[in-house]
């Protein structure tokens, strides 16, 4: 029992630590959907009451319980204070915990920061339709980051995930417009597939599209408006399904139950690292997966594995039966 309280114990400190810099970083996130959409620098000054231009003082900028212990309003001139913060603070602390409790102790403190950016990028696709290549291009360069520091699935897995979802995105886009000759995908919609592939891997870029796609109909299902010609944020859809696939697809079920990653990230880079110079050789190799996948893969494994072997005059090792 004293074993086990051991091994969990990190978990559940990582988990309340993540908590707690979530409630920090909703703010910071809060601030940002409303100051990048603007123009505004992402950091200036202190922040004022959107009623009366008071600096908001200390004791107002705590996360979700300043909020709540002033009603919701401005102390001097009881103008509301935006919903938003409140929210978003718990949304992030919630994400915090959801990546200290799934993930290995390691690698917990990056699926949250992931979480984190991801909120960000869509609640302003969700109230601008805008995915700023500002946020969406870091966010593909730490997925592959996360990769050559060994996290699960591996670095080719992130670099073939992130080319793949800009390429599929970018080619439906220039299909849309060659057919119906108007501009049907935002811009940023490719680098936001990439950046989802950059950290789930190719393998999970079907279930972040369909869980994307499944939430997006249930979306339009509940406004009511599933017509021809609705337009949905995209990046906010992705948003959700990459979260849901790195946490619950192929990659977070690797990171989850072998807790890879644990402090192996120099060895992982320094064979990454080795790995490059050869990347040609096995990105060849695995063209033909790429591209019949997942029906290369369903025959692979349905072929009894010792007629693969013994298909030819010589057996397994390799003499003459
Ligand atoms: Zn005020």
């Keep these: 029992m004293f074993g086990r309280a051991l091994i969990v114990a990190p978990s559940i400190i990582v988990a309340v630590a993540l908590a707690a810099t979530g409630l920090a970083v909703g703010s910071f996130v809060g601030l940002l959907t409303i100051r990048l959409p603007a123009g505004l620098p ?7 009451c959107g009623g009366c231009g008071r600096s908001l003082t200390p004791g107002e900028l705590v996360p979700v319980l ?10 001097t001139c009881s103008a509301p204070a935006p ?14 915990v959801w990546a200290g409790v799934l ?28 995915l700023p290549r500002a946020l969406t291009l870091p966010l593909i360069g730490a997925g592959l980051a996360i990769h050559l520091a060994g996290a ?4 080719l897995d992130s670099v073939a995930g992130a080319a793949i979802g800009w390429a599929v995105l970018a080619l439906l886009a220039a299909l ?9 995908l935002g811009g940023g919609d490719p680098p936001m597939l990439a950046a989802v592939g950059a950290w789930v891997g190719w393998q999970g870029l079907a279930p972040a599209v369909l869980l994307a796609c499944g939430a997006g109909l249930a979306l339009a299902t509940v406004q009511g408006r599933l017509r021809v010609g609705t337009k949905l944020p995209l990046g906010t859809l992705l948003a959700l399904g990459g979260w849901l696939a790195w946490l619950y697809g192929p990659a977070g079920d690797q990171a989850a139950l072998t807790g890879a990653f644990r402090a192996s990230a120099p060895r992982a880079i320094a064979e990454n690292v080795r790995g490059l110079r050869t990347l040609p050789g096995p990105l060849v190799n695995r063209i033909p997966d790429l591209l019949l ?14 007629q693969l072997h013994r298909a030819g005059p010589w057996g397994e090792d390799g003499r003459a039966d």
């Design 66 to 75: 300043s909020w709540v212990f002033a009603h919701g309003r401005c102390r």
């Design 103 to 130: 993930h290995a102790p390691s690698l917990a403190p990056a699926t949250a920061a992931f979480g984190w950016w991801l909120v960000l990028i869509a609640v302003i696709d969700a109230e601008h339709f805008w």
């Design 176 to 184: 849309y417009r060659v057919l119906r000759g108007r501009q049907g």
């Design 42 to 48: 992402w950091i200036s000054g202190r922040s004022k």
């Design 83 to 96: 919903l938003r913060y409140p929210l978003l603070e718990t949304g992030c602390a919630t994400i915090g």
């Design 293 to 306: 996948w997942p029906a290369a893969r369903a025959l692979r494994e349905a072929w009894p594995r010792e």
């Design 152 to 155: 699960p699935p591996s670095l």
